[in-house]
C-alpha cells in the first residue's frame, strides 16, 4: 500500500488546447516546492496529479502542495491494487480505524470501465461489507461522519479527507510582474494575489541606508522567503535609493516629496522589470489608505509608468488585507517596528491632489541627474534570489 | 576601517583572557557541580571561588551571592521571590520611572494583579526624588527597587541616602538595587547602602552573555523562580552554567584596577567628548548627571533623527546606541527621557555613547568628527523651509 497526495486542478481543466501546458506547469511547481521533501515523485493521470511520498514525509508534503496555486484541493489517499478483495479489506479497514464515527457512506467512482462492477453496485457491496465488519456504525448518506471515497481506476485510490487550497492558477502561466515591495503590510499580499493569478513575481524594494535600516532589509528578504512559499522562486532586487531619497527632498517642494519619490520607485520599477522581461508592475496600493493613496496620487504615480500597473488590493480595507496577510504568514514580519525612521521624509502636509503637470515642472530640476542617478541604482541593485 | 564600539552599555566584546579560560573550562573542567565524584568537586570548587570573589567586590558573604542567567533573571527573580514570597492582603512596591524594562515591566505586571505600585519620578538629572520615596513608604511597602547606575543616561543614585531613608520607616522592607551598569565600574558596598538585594551581570564588563549573579542578604525571604534540582540553596535551579561562571570570575579579576586609574582615563575621555562635541555642533544637549558614570554620555541633538544617526554612524565602523538596546524592542521607546523631562525637539535625536577602556582618545576625536559629519548632513535634510 502506497501513500499518495491526490491533486485536483480546477480552472485548469477548462484551459482547452494549452491544458497540457497549464498541467505541466502546475506539476512542476509542486515538483519544485518538494525539492526538500526527497522522497515525493509528482505524476499525471487522467484529470489529477498525483504525489507519491513515504509515509513519514505525508504531512510535510502536503502543507506545501496546499500552498501551491493552481490547486483546488488535495486529499491524502491510499493507493491498491483495483482487485475486489483488496478493496474490500481496505475499505473496511479504514473505515474501522476512523476515530469517533458513528455513520459512514461510500462514493465509489468506476474510472476504468474494464473493472467488472459499476459505480452504484460497488457502493452498495462495500457498504454492506463494511457494515458486516465493523461494529456499531450505521450507513448515513446524506451527513456522515466519514464519506469513503473509492476512486477505481488503472490502480485505486481510497480518501476521505479533502483540503482545500488556494485555487487560482500555476505561477508562471500568467507571464512576470515587477513587484514594490516596502516591508508593510500591504505588499506581500499584493504580490501573494497576483501570483495567485500566475504571475511570476520578481520584487523590487528600495534601500535608503541610513534612513532605513539593514535590518529592513532582512524584514524584507524574509517577507520574500514566505511569499515564495506561495509564489515560487522570488528574485528581489535591493536598490539603492538613498542619495536619489536625499537629492528629492533637497530640490522638491515639501509637500510633493512622497509623490515625487514614488515616480522615481516607479521607474526604476520599470527599468528593472524591462531588464527581467516582466509585462507589468504591482503595488499594493489601496484607495485612500494614505495622503498619496488619493485618486490624484495614484494618477500622478501611475503617470510615469508605460506598462500596466496592477494593484490587487486597490478596494480592499486595512482589516480585508490584515486578514490576508495573517493568513499567509507574512503580518508577524511586516508590523517588526524598523522602518520607522524614514518618516523623516513624510512632509508634515503632504500633497494629497498633486496634478501631473506640477510634478515635472518640480522634477525639471533634477530630471537631467536623475538619468544617471537612476541608471546608477539599477546598475548597482543587489540581486537575492528566494 | 577601524571599528569603534561606542555601545559598551549594551554588551562588551569578551576579553580574550577570559574567552581561553571558558575554552579551558568548557574541555576541561567539564563536570557537573552537583556530581559526587571528583569531576563535580572540581567544577563546585571553581565557581565557589568565583563566588566568593563576587562577595569580596560587594562586600558581603559568598553564601549571600547565587548565580543566575544576567541581569533580566536577577531581577525578575529578586521582585517577584519577594512578591510572590508575602502574599498579603496589602502590599505597596516602589520603583523609579527611569528602571531597566526588567524591572518596570514586572512592576507593570503586579500593578495588574491588584498590588499597590508607586513609581518615583526623577530630577532632569534622573535622580529619583527622596522626599516622595520617605511619603511613600508604609508598613504595607515590602519592596523598593531602584536602578543604582540608569542604563541610559549614567545618572548614579545615591544608594546610602535612599537605603537609609527606607530602613528608617520600614525595617524590614527590601531594598533591591538594580547593578548591572555598575558592578566593577563603580565600587559599591552593599552593608553601607544598606543593601538587601542586588543584580549584576556579566556581559556588560568583558565577560559572556548569558551569566550574572545576585546578592541576597541573609535573611530575605524569596520564593524561587526556577524549580528543581535544588542549585543555588534552592533558590534557582538547574546545572549552574560553569563556562559562564568562570568567564565572569576571570572578567572581575580582569577589572581589579578598574576603580582607580581606569575610572579616571574614562572619565577624561568622557569630558574630552563632550568639550569636542560642544566645539563643533549646536543644538545639543547632554542629558544625565555630569558626575554621573563616566562610562556612558547621553546626547541629543536638535533637529536630527537618533535612528538615522546611528545607521549613518554605523556606516563609519562606528557604533553607538539611541537608548537601552533592550526596550528598542518596545512600542514606548524613551521613557527615561521623558521622565527627565527631556523638550520635545532634543528626544527624537537622542544617542547613547557608552565607553570602554578600548578606547582612545583619537577614537574619541574620529567619532565626533563622523558625528559632526552626519549631523550637519542630515540637518540640511529636515531644515525648515518656508520659503517654498
Given at each position: 500500500?502506497?501513500?499518495?497526495?491526490?491533486?485536483?486542478?480546477?480552472?485548469?481543466?477548462?484551459?482547452?488546447?494549452?491544458?497540457?501546458?497549464?498541467?505541466?506547469?502546475?506539476?512542476?511547481?509542486?515538483?519544485?516546492?518538494?525539492?526538500?521533501?526527497?522522497?515525493?515523485?509528482?505524476?499525471?493521470?487522467?484529470?489529477?496529479?498525483?504525489?507519491?511520498?513515504?509515509?513519514?514525509?505525508?504531512?510535510?508534503?502536503?502543507?506545501?502542495?496546499?500552498?501551491?496555486?493552481?490547486?483546488?484541493?488535495?486529499?491524502?489517499?491510499?493507493?491498491?491494487?483495483?482487485?475486489?478483495?483488496?478493496?474490500?479489506?481496505?475499505?473496511?479497514?479504514?473505515?474501522?480505524?476512523?476515530?469517533?464515527?458513528?455513520?459512514?457512506?461510500?462514493?465509489?467512482?468506476?474510472?476504468?470501465?474494464?473493472?467488472?462492477?459499476?459505480?452504484?453496485?460497488?457502493?452498495?457491496?462495500?457498504?454492506?461489507?463494511?457494515?458486516?465488519?465493523?461494529?456499531?456504525?450505521?450507513?448515513?448518506?446524506?451527513?456522515?461522519?466519514?464519506?469513503?471515497?473509492?476512486?477505481?481506476?488503472?490502480?485505486?485510490?481510497?480518501?476521505?479527507?479533502?483540503?482545500?487550497?488556494?485555487?487560482?492558477?500555476?505561477?508562471?502561466?500568467?507571464?512576470?510582474?515587477?513587484?514594490?515591495?516596502?516591508?508593510?503590510?500591504?505588499?506581500?499580499?499584493?504580490?501573494?494575489?497576483?501570483?495567485?493569478?500566475?504571475?511570476?513575481?520578481?520584487?523590487?524594494?528600495?534601500?535608503s541606508?541610513?534612513f532605513t535600516?539593514?535590518?529592513?532589509?532582512?524584514?524584507?528578504?524574509?517577507?520574500?522567503?514566505?511569499?515564495?512559499?506561495?509564489?515560487?522562486?522570488?528574485?528581489?532586487?535591493?536598490?539603492?535609493?538613498?542619495?536619489?531619497q536625499t537629492k528629492i527632498v533637497e530640490m522638491c517642494p515639501d509637500r510633493q516629496t512622497t509623490i515625487i519619490m514614488r515616480?522615481?520607485?516607479?521607474?526604476?520599477?520599470?527599468?528593472?522589470?524591462?531588464?527581467?522581461?516582466?509585462?507589468?508592475?504591482?503595488?499594493?496600493?489601496?484607495?485612500g489608505q494614505v495622503a498619496s493613496q488619493t485618486?490624484e496620487g495614484?494618477?500622478a504615480?501611475?503617470?510615469?509608468?508605460?506598462?500596466?500597473?496592477?494593484?490587487?488590493?486597490?478596494?480592499?480595507?486595512?482589516?480585508?488585507?490584515?486578514?490576508?496577510?495573517?493568513?499567509?504568514?507574512?503580518?508577524?514580519?511586516?508590523?517588526?517596528?524598523?522602518e520607522d525612521c524614514c518618516t523623516i521624509f513624510v512632509p508634515k502636509h503632504p500633497e494629497t491632489k498633486p496634478k501631473?503637470?506640477e510634478m515635472?515642472?518640480s522634477?525639471?530640476?533634477?530630471?537631467?541627474?536623475?538619468?544617471?542617478?537612476?541608471?546608477?541604482?539599477?546598475?548597482?541593485?543587489?540581486?537575492?534570489?528566494? | 576601517?577601524?571599528?569603534?564600539?561606542?555601545?559598551?552599555?549594551?554588551?562588551?566584546?569578551?576579553?580574550?583572557?577570559?574567552?581561553?579560560?571558558?575554552?579551558?573550562?568548557?574541555?576541561?573542567?567539564?563536570?557537573?557541580?552537583?556530581?559526587?565524584?571528583?569531576?563535580?568537586?572540581?567544577?563546585?570548587?571553581?565557581?565557589?571561588?568565583?563566588?566568593?570573589?563576587?562577595?569580596?567586590?560587594?562586600?558581603?558573604?559568598?553564601?549571600?551571592?547565587?548565580?543566575?542567567?544576567?541581569?533580566?533573571?536577577?531581577?525578575?527573580?529578586?521582585?517577584?521571590?519577594?512578591?510572590?514570597?508575602?502574599?498579603?492582603?496589602?502590599?505597596?512596591?516602589?520603583?523609579?520611572?527611569?528602571?531597566?524594562?526588567?524591572?518596570?515591566?514586572?512592576?507593570?505586571?503586579?500593578?495588574?494583579?491588584?498590588?499597590?505600585?508607586?513609581?518615583?519620578?526623577?530630577?532632569?538629572?534622573?535622580?529619583?526624588?527622596?522626599?516622595?520615596?520617605?511619603?511613600?513608604?508604609?508598613?504595607?511597602?515590602?519592596?523598593?527597587?531602584?536602578?543604582?547606575?540608569?542604563?541610559?543616561?549614567?545618572?548614579?543614585?545615591?544608594?546610602?541616602?535612599?537605603?537609609?531613608?527606607?530602613?528608617?520607616?520600614?525595617?524590614?522592607?527590601?531594598?533591591?538595587?538594580?547593578?548591572?551598569?555598575?558592578?566593577?565600574?563603580?565600587?559599591?558596598?552593599?552593608?553601607?547602602?544598606?543593601?538587601?538585594?542586588?543584580?549584576?551581570?556579566?556581559?556588560?564588563?568583558?565577560?559572556?552573555?548569558?551569566?550574572?549573579?545576585?546578592?541576597?542578604?541573609?535573611?530575605?525571604?524569596?520564593?524561587?523562580?526556577?524549580?528543581?534540582?535544588?542549585?543555588?540553596?534552592?533558590?534557582?535551579?538547574?546545572?549552574?552554567?560553569?563556562?559562564?561562571?568562570?568567564?565572569?570570575?576571570?572578567?572581575?579579576?580582569?577589572?581589579?584596577?578598574?576603580?582607580?586609574?581606569?575610572?579616571?582615563?574614562?572619565?577624561?575621555?568622557?569630558?574630552?567628548?563632550?568639550?569636542?562635541?560642544?566645539?563643533?555642533?549646536?543644538g545639543?544637549?547632554?542629558?544625565?548627571?555630569?558626575?554621573?558614570?563616566?562610562?556612558?554620555?547621553?546626547?541629543?541633538f536638535n533637529r536630527v533623527r537618533g535612528e538615522v544617526?546611528?545607521?549613518?554612524?554605523?556606516?563609519?565602523?562606528?557604533?553607538?546606541?539611541?537608548?537601552?538596546?533592550?526596550?528598542?524592542?518596545?512600542?514606548?521607546?524613551?521613557?527615561?527621557?521623558?521622565?527627565?523631562?527631556?523638550a520635545e525637539e532634543y528626544k527624537e535625536g537622542?544617542?547613547?555613547?557608552?565607553?570602554?577602556?578600548?578606547?582612545?582618545?583619537?577614537?574619541?576625536?574620529?567619532?565626533?568628527?563622523?558625528?559632526?559629519?552626519?549631523?550637519?548632513?542630515l540637518r540640511l535634510l529636515v531644515k525648515p523651509r518656508k520659503n517654498r
Amino acid at each position: 500500500m502506497e501513500h499518495v497526495i491526490l491533486v485536483r486542478y480546477g480552472e485548469i481543466a477548462l484551459k482547452g488546447l494549452n491544458r497540457n501546458y497549464f498541467i505541466e506547469l502546475l506539476a512542476k511547481n509542486i515538483r519544485t516546492t518538494l525539492r526538500s521533501v526527497p522522497s515525493a515523485k509528482v505524476k499525471k493521470i487522467q484529470g489529477r496529479l498525483i504525489v507519491n511520498v513515504s509515509d513519514e514525509d505525508l504531512n510535510r508534503a502536503m502543507e506545501r502542495v496546499q500552498k501551491v496555486f493552481g490547486i483546488v484541493s488535495i486529499s491524502p489517499a491510499i493507493v491498491i491494487d483495483s482487485d475486489i478483495t483488496t478493496i474490500e479489506e481496505n475499505a473496511i479497514e479504514q473505515v474501522r480505524s476512523a476515530e469517533d464515527i458513528k455513520t459512514f457512506k461510500i462514493t465509489a467512482k468506476r474510472g476504468d470501465k474494464t473493472f467488472p462492477i459499476k459505480s452504484p453496485d460497488l457502493c452498495c457491496r462495500l457498504g454492506e461489507v463494511v457494515l458486516d465488519n465493523v461494529a456499531g456504525i450505521t450507513v448515513d448518506i446524506h451527513k456522515p461522519d466519514l464519506n469513503l471515497w473509492v476512486e477505481v481506476r488503472e490502480q485505486t485510490y481510497m480518501y476521505h479527507e479533502f483540503i482545500a487550497c488556494n485555487g487560482g492558477l500555476p505561477v508562471g502561466c500568467s507571464g512576470k510582474g515587477a513587484l514594490l515591495l516596502s516591508g508593510g503590510i500591504d505588499s506581500p499580499v499584493a504580490g501573494y494575489l497576483m501570483a495567485k493569478r500566475g504571475v511570476e513575481v520578481i520584487g523590487v524594494y528600495f534601500h535608503s541606508f541610513p534612513f532605513t535600516s539593514d535590518r529592513t532589509k532582512e524584514k524584507v528578504i524574509d517577507l520574500a522567503k514566505i511569499m515564495s512559499q506561495y509564489c515560487g522562486k522570488i528574485k528581489l532586487f535591493v536598490v539603492p535609493f538613498t542619495e536619489i531619497q536625499t537629492k528629492i527632498v533637497e530640490m522638491c517642494p515639501d509637500r510633493q516629496t512622497t509623490i515625487i519619490m514614488r515616480r522615481y520607485m516607479m521607474r526604476i520599477a520599470e527599468m528593472i522589470a524591462n531588464n527581467e522581461g516582466a509585462k507589468a508592475m504591482i503595488t499594493g496600493e489601496s484607495l485612500g489608505q494614505v495622503a498619496s493613496q488619493t485618486m490624484e496620487g495614484l494618477a500622478a504615480t501611475n503617470a510615469v509608468a508605460g506598462m500596466p500597473v496592477f494593484r490587487p488590493l486597490i478596494g480592499f480595507d486595512k482589516t480585508e488585507i490584515v486578514k490576508i496577510a495573517e493568513t499567509i504568514g507574512t503580518f508577524e514580519t511586516s508590523i517588526l517596528p524598523y522602518e520607522d525612521c524614514c518618516t523623516i521624509f513624510v512632509p508634515k502636509h503632504p500633497e494629497t491632489k498633486p496634478k501631473v503637470s506640477e510634478m515635472l515642472r518640480s522634477e525639471e530640476k533634477i530630471a537631467e541627474m536623475m538619468v544617471q542617478m537612476m541608471a546608477t541604482a539599477v546598475a548597482e541593485s543587489e540581486v537575492v534570489t528566494l | 576601517m577601524k571599528e569603534i564600539y561606542l555601545d559598551n552599555a549594551a554588551t562588551t566584546r569578551v576579553a580574550p583572557q577570559v574567552a581561553q579560560k571558558m575554552l579551558d573550562t568548557l574541555v576541561n573542567n567539564y563536570g557537573n557541580p552537583s556530581s559526587l565524584h571528583r569531576l563535580g568537586i572540581r567544577a563546585e570548587q571553581a565557581i565557589k571561588e568565583v563566588r566568593q570573589l563576587i562577595a569580596d567586590n560587594l562586600c558581603c558573604q559568598s553564601q549571600e551571592i547565587y548565580f543566575t542567567s544576567g541581569g533580566t533573571e536577577g531581577n525578575n527573580m529578586i521582585i517577584q521571590g519577594v512578591v510572590e514570597n508575602k502574599k498579603r492582603n496589602r502590599m505597596r512596591i516602589i520603583t523609579s520611572a527611569i528602571e531597566h524594562p526588567s524591572v518596570l515591566d514586572v512592576f507593570t505586571f503586579y500593578q495588574n494583579h491588584q498590588i499597590e505600585v508607586i513609581v518615583l519620578g526623577v530630577d532632569t538629572q534622573g535622580h529619583i526624588d527622596q522626599d516622595q520615596l520617605k511619603a511613600a513608604i508604609n508598613e504595607d511597602t515590602i519592596l523598593v527597587s531602584i536602578i543604582g547606575v540608569n542604563n541610559e543616561l549614567g545618572t548614579i543614585q545615591d544608594l546610602p541616602a535612599i537605603g537609609k531613608i527606607i530602613k528608617t520607616v520600614n525595617p524590614k522592607c527590601v531594598f533591591h538595587v538594580d547593578f548591572v551598569q555598575g558592578f566593577m565600574k563603580i565600587p559599591i558596598n552593599v552593608q553601607t547602602c544598606l543593601l538587601d538585594a542586588l543584580t549584576l551581570s556579566g556581559h556588560k564588563i568583558f565577560g559572556p552573555k548569558g551569566v550574572g549573579a545576585v546578592y541576597i542578604k541573609k535573611g530575605t525571604d524569596i520564593k524561587p523562580l526556577i524549580r528543581g534540582g535544588g542549585q543555588e540553596s534552592n533558590l534557582r535551579s538547574g546545572t549552574e552554567n560553569v563556562p559562564g561562571i568562570i568567564g565572569l570570575g576571570e572578567a572581575i579579576r580582569l577589572r581589579k584596577d578598574a576603580f582607580g586609574d581606569e575610572f579616571e582615563a574614562i572619565r577624561i575621555l568622557r569630558t574630552a567628548f563632550i568639550n569636542e562635541v560642544a566645539a563643533k555642533i549646536d543644538g545639543i544637549k547632554i542629558n544625565g548627571d555630569p558626575n554621573g558614570s563616566p562610562y556612558v554620555l547621553n546626547l541629543s541633538f536638535n533637529r536630527v533623527r537618533g535612528e538615522v544617526l546611528l545607521h549613518s554612524l554605523e556606516s563609519k565602523g562606528i557604533f553607538v546606541s539611541t537608548g537601552s538596546a533592550c526596550s528598542s524592542h518596545k512600542k514606548e521607546k524613551q521613557y527615561v527621557l521623558k521622565a527627565i523631562g527631556l523638550a520635545e525637539e532634543y528626544k527624537e535625536g537622542t544617542i547613547r555613547i557608552s565607553f570602554s577602556q578600548e578606547i582612545t582618545k583619537d577614537d574619541v576625536e574620529t567619532a565626533v568628527e563622523a558625528i559632526a559629519q552626519a549631523v550637519n548632513s542630515l540637518r540640511l535634510l529636515v531644515k525648515p523651509r518656508k520659503n517654498r
